[in-house]
């Protein structure tokens, strides 16, 4: 049987994905990118939906944010912040109209915030609800912006928290010396990446500064539903969840209730 495509952020049955722009593939080429079709969510041949422009990625949050509010997971009136806010996501979820929707960025015009990720002025759990997708890997001090995700978001709140990752190497490949285009490309992949993350060293700087992660791949939402959104095979969704944070350093006896 023929399966049709859908994507999930304009809900259009049998649309056409477009495959990655060759500008990647090539610019990674010319400066020696030796990574390149080796991320662990770029789906090469099926990128970006032809109908809303949607990337893959995009279209698995769209996925995600459907299923959880058919099951009522995101409620009405919640707040939620959308970092870096992608076009086709960010209109989907002002047209829902269900929550109180909130856009920031360090430069991007028209959004609400312009704010620096690392140092937000923002209230401590001010928020219920965050995407925060392909941010990380732009930033000078990750373990700053990660931790201040955490501070900013409720308690009983989550995240869809992404960056590209690499599926070559087991740690995180960082060298601040890098700071030219062409190194940057030749090392990162990107002219503006400051770190190319491994799976490993992703979870563990989440992990570290206060979330707990979920990882949803191909095991956990079928092949059908990557199939017909035209996700790689080895595309994993990254939910986040706060900690506990230790608030009374001497507790922790069986008996320590809050
Ligand atoms: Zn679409």
């Given at each position: ?243 506990p944070?230790p608030?009374h350093p001497h507790a922790g006896t069986p008996d320590h209730e809050h």
């Open positions: 049987m023929e399966m049709h495509t859908y994507c999930p952020v304009c809900e259009r049955s049998g649309v056409q994905f477009a495959p990655l722009p060759d500008f990647y593939r090539q610019t990674s080429m010319q400066h020696g990118f030796r990574h390149f079709g080796r991320m662990e969510m770029i789906a090469l041949n099926s990128y970006a939906c032809q109908a809303c422009g949607a990337s893959d990625r995009e279209r698995l949050y769209g996925w995600w944010l459907n299923q959880q509010i058919e099951a009522g997971k995101l409620n009405k009136g919640m707040r939620v912040l959308h970092f870096a806010p992608e076009a086709a996501l960010s209109k989907k979820l002002r047209q829902l109209g269900l929550f109180d929707y909130r856009t920031a960025d360090f430069m991007m015009p028209g959004v609400d915030y312009n704010i620096d990720i690392m140092d937000m002025p923002l209230e401590d759990e001010s928020f219920d609800f965050f995407i925060c997708s392909h941010v990380l890997e732009h930033v000078a001090d990750d373990n700053l912006a990660v931790s201040e995700l955490s501070r900013i978001m409720h308690r009983d709140g989550c995240g869809i928290l992404m960056a590209p990752i690499c599926l070559d190497i087991s740690d995180t490949l960082e060298d601040p010396s890098a700071t030219s285009d062409a190194e940057r490309w030749r090392l990162f992949g990107q002219n503006d990446h400051v770190r190319l993350y491994s799976h490993p060293g992703y979870v563990s700087t989440l992990e570290r500064n206060g979330f707990a992660v979920q990882q949803l791949g191909l095991d956990a939402i079928g092949q059908t539903v990557f199939t017909r959104l035209g996700l790689s095979q080895t595309s994993i969704l990254y939910i986040v969840t706060r900690t944070r608030e």
